[in-house]
């Protein structure tokens, strides 16, 4: 363990280890925050916030790392599969192009090489870029304990703002996907060209997509999704289903208003391209 300005890190050896540190960390009443590329952890520091006091420190656990093609449209992502691991796997260009689009846009390179998919997820932030890829894409999150392991779709992830259904003694260790069929999409709308947070963010695979930056959590657009997926097309309808489903607020980045017309904007865009056979990126 080492410990600075009041934190105290623990850094597991092995993956049982580490969740042998969550069980009696939980069981003591002084949960762990589990630690990857500590990207989130730099910037609260940076900007003067009051971190967590605990951390579990898991860049060392080399068997969470990598990603893996499981047959023809199946993906698997480590616990510690960051952005740049996204960007040069051939299985992810092939399968899941949109998510290499989405990893380019997290930061810098070095933001990239160090920030991971399931720290993206479990940091929560409804800005976040590479999550409206993995749940358009019917992502699941694979949560470990020592006593067993469950996977949980990752649109029924978030219970609240920063907020999820895994429990202290839990790690996400992998992220599955079976990329649907269809044409992938994604757009990010931001303040500028690169390295900005997101005002708005889509992404879509077949008729599935997600938003980001335009509620308390990033969400699916299910009554959307169902309009589309009995084959209406009518851009009116869509705008006024997606309109439903979404629930932008102000804030220093943008408006709602804002962000209630850049998404009626981006999906009667992308409406005209559901029946078209190749990917559009």
Same mark, same amino acid.
């Given at each position: 363990?080492? *410990? %600075?300005? =009041?934190?105290? !890190? +623990?850094?597991?050896?092995?993956?049982?280890?580490? $969740?042998?540190? #969550?069980?009696?960390?939980?069981?003591?009443?002084?949960?762990?925050?589990?630690?990857?590329?500590?990207?989130?952890?730099?910037?609260?520091?940076?900007?003067?916030?009051?971190?967590?006091?605990?951390?579990?420190?898991?860049?060392?656990?080399?068997?969470?790392?990598?990603?893996?093609?499981?047959?023809?449209?199946?993906?698997?992502?480590?616990?510690?599969?960051?952005?740049?691991?996204?960007?040069?796997?051939?299985?992810?260009?092939?399968?899941?192009?949109?998510?290499?689009?989405?990893?380019?846009?997290?930061?810098?390179?070095?933001?990239?090489?160090?920030?991971?998919?399931?720290?993206?997820?479990?940091?929560?932030?409804? *800005? %976040?870029? =590479?999550?409206? !890829? +993995?749940?358009?894409?019917?992502?699941?999150?694979? $949560?470990?304990? #020592?006593?067993?392991?469950?996977?949980?779709?990752?649109?029924?992830?978030?219970?609240?703002?920063?907020?999820?259904?895994?429990?202290?003694?839990?790690?996400?260790?992998?992220?599955?996907?079976?990329?649907?069929?269809?044409?992938?999409?994604?757009?990010?709308?931001?303040?500028?060209?690169?390295?900005?947070?997101?005002?708005?963010?889509?992404?879509?695979?077949?008729?599935?997509?997600?938003?980001?930056?335009?509620?308390?959590?990033?969400?699916?657009?299910?009554?959307?999704?169902?309009?589309?997926?009995?084959?209406?097309?009518?851009?009116?309808?869509?705008?006024?289903?997606?309109?439903?489903?979404?629930?932008?607020?102000?804030?220093?980045?943008?408006?709602?208003?804002?962000?209630?017309?850049?998404?009626?904007?981006?999906?009667?865009?992308?409406?005209?391209?559901?029946?078209?056979?190749?990917?559009?990126?």
């Amino acid at each position: 363990m080492i *410990a %600075a300005a =009041g934190i105290d !890190v +623990l850094q597991p050896r092995h993956l049982k280890d580490a $969740l042998i540190m #969550l069980r009696v960390a939980a069981d003591e009443g002084r949960p762990l925050v589990p630690l990857a590329g500590g990207t989130d952890l730099f910037v609260t520091l940076n900007a003067g916030q009051k971190p967590a006091a605990r951390y579990l420190d898991l860049w060392r656990l080399d068997k969470l790392r990598g990603v893996e093609a499981l047959g023809r449209r199946r993906l698997a992502f480590g616990g510690l599969a960051t952005f740049t691991d996204s960007i040069e796997s051939k299985a992810v260009q092939k399968r899941l192009p949109i998510l290499v689009d989405a990893a380019r846009q997290v930061g810098g390179v070095q933001i990239q090489n160090r920030g991971t998919l399931a720290g993206n997820i479990e940091n929560g932030s409804p *800005a %976040a870029d =590479g999550v409206p !890829v +993995l749940m358009a894409a019917d992502a699941r999150v694979v $949560l470990r304990s #020592l006593d067993d392991e469950r996977a949980v779709p990752l649109a029924e992830y978030y219970t609240g703002y920063r907020k999820t259904v895994r429990r202290p003694d839990e790690l996400i260790v992998r992220i599955e996907v079976d990329v649907p069929e269809g044409g992938q999409r994604f757009e990010k709308v931001g303040t500028r060209a690169a390295q900005a947070i997101s005002k708005v963010v889509m992404a879509a695979v077949g008729h599935r997509v997600a938003f980001g930056s335009v509620a308390p959590i990033i969400v699916r657009a299910h009554k959307l999704e169902a309009y589309l997926a009995a084959g209406g097309r009518d851009i009116g309808e869509a705008q006024r289903l997606v309109a439903e489903d979404v629930t932008p607020i102000d804030d220093v980045r943008s408006t709602a208003e804002y962000r209630r017309r850049v998404v009626a904007n981006l999906v009667a865009a992308w409406v005209p391209s559901l029946d078209k056979r190749t990917a559009t990126r």
